[in-house]
């Protein structure tokens, strides 16, 4: 009976396969390099007492997981979903929301990997969505960033459904996603990061940012190293789809920190005590202190990047956030 049925789903699957096969699309490409697993373990090699985050549904919040929130027609691999989890207050009511942003260096992870924070977060009264996006091995730069703000548009579209408050919605971001957070949080409309996925009737901007080691200059040497060893290439280069030195000017205006202005909203820094991922930060605060902006840095001491994957530094972090977010999303 077992083999039976062992036989009936590879059947299945051949034909699912030859189906994909039929249909002429492609398969994604994934690079599966970075997870919170993997970045456990690297960190346990020096904090042998460190644990791994895991999700954990909090009572009182409920879960959609995989809601469709764009859909591409075509694009090289068919037509393509995109998809973020929610977790939202049982009670009906009128909720600030927040939009989590994964990281792994623009190339790796998934929204997963935002689970267990958006989870808790969510415990604290907030509607919270773990979002998916297109990594570099299937589009470039600024393809995720089109995404990102596809999703702002679709939850503020249909806050009434998910019981958010359209007016007051925060996105926060780790490692490449803190980038991205920052690089979407502080473009608000403007046009040429909007894309066309959707919803595009509705604004895209937010009321406050939360950066978690996510640099803010693309043009910092750190960043672009190791274009200059024969055979290596950097993150921000695969992402970007040429180096630093082949084409300056693109690696510049995905730098969050050229858009810091009048205009940005409070935001919020949750650094390692890796100086390499604050890069940026600093320029941007004086930006935002010259506009009496609200702002705060949190620097945990003594800790690596990916902090935020393992006890405890993830409830440290997740406390800096809840303070944050009460402060500037519930202020009234």
Not at 96 to 116: H, M, N, Y
Not at 271 to 297: E, M
Request: charged share 20%; proline share 7%.
């Amino acid at each position: 009976m077992i083999r039976a049925i062992r036989l009936l789903l590879l059947l299945f699957i051949m034909a699912g396969t030859a189906s994909a096969q039929t249909n002429g699309a492609k398969p994604i490409p994934r690079d599966t390099s970075y997870t919170p697993y993997s970045a456990w373990v690297k960190i346990k090699k020096h904090y042998p007492d460190v644990t791994l985050v895991k999700p954990e549904l909090p009572e009182g919040v409920k879960p959609e997981y995989n809601v469709v929130y764009a859909t591409l027609p075509n694009t090289p691999y068919g037509e393509r979903k995109l998809h973020l989890n929610l977790f939202r207050p049982e009670q009906q009511g009128k909720y600030p929301a927040v939009i989590l942003v994964f990281g792994g260096g623009w190339r790796s992870g998934s929204k997963e990997a935002q689970v267990p924070m958006a989870q808790q977060i969510a415990s604290k009264g907030y509607v919270t969505t773990a979002v998916g996006y297109r990594l570099s091995p299937e589009a470039l730069y600024p393809a995720a960033v089109f995404d990102i703000k596809a999703a702002i548009r679709f939850l503020r579209a249909n806050a009434k459904k998910y019981d958010i408050d359209p007016n007051r919605i925060a996105i926060s971001g780790s490692s490449a996603g803190g980038q991205l957070a920052a690089l979407v949080g502080m473009t608000g409309d403007m046009k040429k990061f909007e894309g066309n996925e959707g919803n595009n009737q509705v604004s895209s901007k937010v009321q406050a940012i939360i950066d978690m080691d996510g640099i803010l200059d693309f043009t910092t040497p750190a960043e672009s190293a190791k274009d200059q060893i024969p055979g290596k290439r950097s993150a921000g280069a695969y992402w970007l789809g040429a180096t630093l030195k082949e084409n300056r000017a693109k690696w510049v205006e995905a730098s969050p920190m050229i858009y810091a202005g009048k205009d940005t909203p409070p935001m919020l820094f949750i650094n390692s005590a890796q100086p390499r991922f604050h890069a940026g930060r600093d320029s941007v605060i004086s930006v935002l202190d010259k506009y009496h902006i609200y702002n705060n840095v949190h620097t945990i001491p003594n800790s690596v990047h990916s902090f935020w994957q393992v006890h405890p530094w993830f409830d440290q972090t997740v406390k800096y956030m809840v303070t944050f977010l009460d402060k500037t999303l519930k202020k009234h």
